[in-house]
């Protein structure tokens, strides 16, 4: 579909155009508005950092209002059968599967991530609300709990309306991730999208309205996070917040929210070991490492950022990987041939850059990469990087990079790669690639991750639980368990009878 770069450029550019010339309005109960003052701010565009889209500025006037329809509609939305808000969410799919050129392009112009990992963004997308259309059905269904005396009987409700903040890295992907299940539940929504990459928040909330979705269920209000995000947080209507992206913004929200005593799920940051060891299939192992931190530009909160090497194996390992990124592509993200694109915007890159820095100072064996890419110096573009030889107390293996830097680190048992491995505050994944399945399973069971994958890259089936241990987030994403968050157990006993109740002053 993506396989002339100029084709790209042009339908990209005719795609924006609807974006361009006013700013990226807030929805709103129903309706697209630049808000109270008509404040907005730049959007830049990662490639050259010029300006993409101007984007109103929404704060506490803009969220209450988005709040205040968010309750109204959730008084009926709640009581939809689950049927009907299925049937909304099923047209949903489709209206995204018909759009699915532009949100890929636009997410694409948007993000800078290449078009090559984000093809299949809207086709997913349509398969979650597809998903979670299924499960509205019987969302209320409990369990029946008879005794002699009483029927009891356990069913759920939706909590309220939610809040829902996104990061930028993949916006669209996530933002149908965590609304698919709020509105299966019967939750309204407010939507603070990330101030790097608003676009295809907007699109999805008026393809939600033309699938029928009521107004004031579906609400997204731009800015930025200090501003519109921590307003959203403590407004006294949101019941619950859902939140991906860092965890020191994670720890932030968890004190904004403790005020109104708000449920709160979050999906944070990781520094993800992949562990090879020697009996690995080390062609596979290598495609794994290469594509879990550079596609996505290495802004991937599952990427396999800490390689940890079985000592016997680190040059041979480590020369062939070298090769491979000499030759990754850098370039365009409409550009159907490449690998990497820019970082998401110039704070980022210096954020990237610094801990390039860090890991030179610290002794880090600097192998390939470590600077901006000079063809594309107007833009956020970084070569992809490796490091060996680094210590795991060190910054680039401590910290969530977020860019494409691979930090590796060599180790010679289990014991000391587990050890390694689970020597971070973070614990979102784990990848180990050995062709020892006693060995895996050990290991699995000791990873302090919410995830692990053997012997494969991050593939994952929309039932499985998504989500991460220690600082890497609280709650899981998938299945049932998206559920946890937006909706409340209820126990409902019905006395059978005249049964003896104590009786007391008499
Ligand atoms: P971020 O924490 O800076 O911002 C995320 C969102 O929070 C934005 O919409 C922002 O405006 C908002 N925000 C910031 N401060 C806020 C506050 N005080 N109150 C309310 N809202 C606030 O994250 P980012 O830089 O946009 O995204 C990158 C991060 O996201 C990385 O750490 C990455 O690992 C993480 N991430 C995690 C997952 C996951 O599933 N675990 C998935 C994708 C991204």
Known sequence: ?????????????????????????????????????????????????????????????????????????????????????????????????????????????????????????????????????????????????????????????????????????????????????????????????????????????????????????????????????????????????????????????????????????????????????????????????????????????TSSSRLLIQQTIADKFQDALIQRIKNIKVGHPLDPQTELGPLIHRTHLDKVLHYIEQGRHAGAMLRTGGHRVAEHAEGNFVAPTLFTEAQSHMSVAQEEIFGPVLTAISFTDDEEALQIANDTKYGLASYIWTADQDRAAYLARRLESGMVWVNSDNIRTLDSPFGGMKESGMGRYGGDYSFDVYMETKHISIARGDYDIPRIGL
Request: contains cysteine; aromatic residues 6%.
């Open 1 to 301: 579909m993506f396989d002339n770069f100029d084709k790209n450029l042009e339908k990209a550019a005719i795609a924006l155009r609807r974006y361009q010339g006013n700013p990226l309005p807030h929805f709103i109960n129903g309706a697209m508005t630049c808000g109270l003052k008509g404040d907005s701010f730049d959007n830049l565009n990662p490639v050259d950092n010029t300006v993409l889209t101007t984007v109103a500025r929404g704060g506490a006037p803009e969220i209450d209002a988005a709040c205040t329809a968010a309750t109204q509609a959730f008084m009926d939305w709640q009581h939809t059968s689950g049927e009907e808000r299925g049937d909304i969410m099923r047209r949903l799919a489709g209206l995204i599967e018909k759009n699915a050129e532009d949100i890929i392009l636009l997410e694409c112009a948007d993000t800078g991530q290449p078009l090559r990992y984000m093809q299949n963004t809207a086709k997913r997308a349509a398969a979650n609300f597809r998903y979670f259309a299924e499960k509205a059905r019987d969302i209320s269904a409990g369990l029946s709990l008879p005794t002699a005396t009483h029927d009891n009987i356990t069913t759920r409700q939706p909590i309220g309306p939610v809040a829902v903040i996104t990061p930028w890295n993949t916006p669209f992907m996530l933002a149908a991730w965590k609304i698919a299940p709020a509105l299966a539940a019967g939750c309204s929504i407010v939507h603070k999208p990330a101030e790097f990459s608003p676009v295809t928040a907007l699109l999805l909330a008026e393809l939600a309205q033309e699938a029928g979705v009521p107004k004031g269920v579906w609400n997204v209000v731009h800015g930025f996070g200090e501003e519109a995000g921590k307003a959203l947080t403590v407004h006294p209507a949101i019941r619950a917040i859902t939140f991906v992206g860092e965890s020191a913004t994670g720890k932030d929200i968890m004190a904004q929210a403790a005020t109104g005593l708000k449920r709160v799920h979050f999906e944070l940051g990781g520094k993800n070991p992949v562990m090879v060891f020697d009996d690995a299939d080390l062609e596979r192992a290598l495609d794994a490492v290469l594509l879990l931190i550079f596609s996505l530009n290495g802004q991937r909160c």
